[in-house]
Structures are given as structure tokens and as C-alpha cells.
T-cell receptor, first 112, second 113 residues
Framework: RKEVEQDPGPFNVPEGATVAFNCTYSNSASQSFFWYRQDCRKEPKLLMSVYSSGNEDGRFTAQLNRASQYISLLIRDSKLSDSATYLCVVPLLRGSARQLTFGSGTQLTVLP | DTAVSQTPKYLVTQMGNDKSIKCEQN?????MYWYKQDSKKFLKIMFSYNNKELIINETVPNRFSPKSPDKAHLNLHINSLELGDSAVYFCASSQTTSPETQYFGPGTRLLVL
């Protein structure tokens, strides 16, 4: 099983739709999780963090299911500007250092 | 007011050449990273430096050598470039106390011909 696995998509949704992405992780000891957003030909940027059961920020909700080892990102009322690749990120301990392990990303296109 | 900057943004070169990519951050962070993003969009860490000391060194060919002259700079030198080195290389930085919140540079698109 990969350390972090995501459905690559692409997800093509109309403006105003609600869309959800899932991400599964293999290390049951992981405590914190993150969603980064990467626009086409740009750098990744932190979108949200998830430390307990979930986190909500405006139209974005991130949820954590520890029993099933998955994290989800829900986007309500999609905007054209939400079109991007969404990267699921799990910090893993390598020796004494914590390093970010990125999923391959889920591509979202919001259509007018 | 650039936070993390990289030069050059684009690099096209022949196989066998040696090239360097520079990275600078003005956020006052003490940890810096190099990532490689291949054509399949996988973002993989290559190196991490904390206060100029190497703390993460993933399985990367010896042709890749990072250098950190000070906390604000982390450069990447690549010897004997190969076709498979073609990728986007991202520099990033973070505070030691918050390694999960990383700020990325704009990336350097390397194409080896």
C-alpha cells in the first residue's frame, strides 16, 4: 500500500457543485494531515490542516477518519477559481526528522 | 516581497552538463528543502537542511549535491545531467517548530536534451 494515495481524477464539475476528494494513508501512527493546493504550473500552497476529526474554513471542509485511515476534502459551492490539483499530505517521521509525504494529487476543473 | 525565490525559472541544457539552481528565502525560516516533481506530478523530497545542517537525504544520486551557505540559502548543484533529471525542482522553507507548513518557491523547470 502506498504511504499516501489519492484518486487522480480528473473531477470535472459545474460551478456551484459540491465535490469531495478522498485520500488514504498507510501509517496508522500519523497524527496530523494537510491539504495543499497546486495551480497549473505553480508551486503548492497550504490549504488546510487536519489535526483531530475535522476542520472547516468557509466553503472547504476537511475530515479525518482514523479508523479507516482516510482524509477527505469537501468543497461546497465550487468556483471557477477552485480549479487546481489538490495534494493530500501526511508528515512521516524519518529518523529524527518529519518530512512531508505528498499524494499524487487530485485534479479538479470547475466548469462555467 | 518575494518569500521563497528560485533562479533560474527555466533551464534547458544538454546531457552531461553541470548546472546549479539557487534558492533564497526571506521568511526567517531555519529549515529549507529541495523537492522534485516529475512528469507524473509526484512531489518527492530530496534534501532538507536545518540551520545549514543536512537532516534529510533521500535516495538521490550522488550527482546531486545541495549546499547551504547560510540559513536563508539552499542551492542545488547537479553534475553530469541525465535525461531522467528533467523535472520541476521546488525549493521550500519552514520553521523547525512547524515543519508541516512549508512555503514553496515558484519552481525551476529543468529540461535535459
Amino acid at each position: 500500500r502506498k504511504e499516501v494515495e489519492q484518486d487522480p481524477g480528473p473531477f470535472n464539475v459545474p460551478e456551484g457543485a459540491t465535490v469531495a476528494f478522498n485520500c488514504t494513508y498507510s501509517n496508522s501512527a500519523s497524527q496530523s494531515f494537510f491539504w495543499y493546493r497546486q495551480d497549473c504550473r505553480k508551486e503548492p500552497k497550504l490549504l488546510m490542516s487536519v489535526y483531530s476529526s475535522g476542520n472547516e474554513d468557509g466553503r472547504f471542509t476537511a475530515q479525518l477518519n482514523r479508523a479507516s485511515q482516510y482524509i477527505s476534502l469537501l468543497i461546497r459551492d465550487s468556483k471557477l477559481s477552485d480549479s487546481a490539483t489538490y495534494l493530500c499530505v501526511v508528515p512521516l517521521l524519518r529518523g529524527s526528522a518529519r518530512q512531508l509525504t505528498f499524494g499524487s494529487g487530485t485534479q479538479l476543473t470547475v466548469l462555467p | 516581497d518575494t518569500a521563497v525565490s528560485q533562479t533560474p525559472k527555466y533551464l534547458v541544457t544538454q546531457m552531461g552538463n553541470d548546472k546549479s539552481i539557487k534558492c533564497e528565502q526571506n521568511l526567517g525560516h531555519d529549515t529549507m528543502y529541495w523537492y522534485k516533481q516529475d512528469s507524473k506530478k509526484f512531489l518527492k523530497i530530496m534534501f532538507s537542511y536545518n540551520n545549514k545542517e543536512l537532516i534529510i537525504n533521500e535516495t538521490v544520486p550522488n550527482r546531486f549535491s545541495p549546499k547551504s551557505p547560510d540559513k536563508a540559502h539552499l542551492n542545488l548543484h547537479i553534475n553530469s545531467l541525465e535525461l531522467g533529471d528533467s523535472a520541476v525542482y521546488f525549493c521550500a522553507s519552514s520553521q523547525t517548530t512547524s515543519p508541516e507548513t512549508q512555503y514553496f518557491g515558484p519552481g525551476t523547470r529543468l529540461l535535459v536534451l
